[in-house]
């Protein structure tokens, strides 16, 4: 079992920077693969990037592509999500979450976080 916190989420305005945290506890971060996903109001949530448990390899959707970047830190149990020149259209509920396997596949995650808020006004 693991439980999943994410912070550092804010209000910033367009073309800005915000970096996102997921604390991990309960379980050693470095068994997991670790995915960031967004909702934004109205809209189904989307997966956002991912970091596989095994090699660290990375996986970015293409709206995210050269803007934000996926890391983790397994001694401080902590994955990041660094998003430069924010967008309105960034503006969502991230979540971060963790999956058991050692690829990423957003289409299932074993844990989840309660959400940070992103806004970002033009």
């Known amino acids: 079992q693991v439980q999943l916190v994410e912070s550092g989420g804010g209000l910033v305005q367009s073309g800005g920077s915000l970096r996102l945290s997921c604390k991990a506890t309960g379980s050693p971060l470095e068994r997991y693969t670790m995915a960031w996903f967004r909702q934004a109001p109205g809209k189904e949530r989307e997966g956002v990037a991912c970091?596989?448990?095994?090699?660290?390899?990375?996986d970015y959707k293409d709206f995210v592509k050269g803007r934000f970047t996926i890391s983790r830190d397994n001694a401080k149990n902590t994955v990041y999500l660094q998003m430069n020149n924010l967008q309105p259209e960034d503006t969502a509920d991230y979540y971060c979450a963790a999956d058991s396997r050692q690829w990423c596949d957003y289409a299932y995650q074993d844990y989840w976080g309660q959400g940070t808020q992103v806004t970002v006004s033009s």
């Open positions: 970091i596989s448990s095994n090699y660290g390899s990375t």
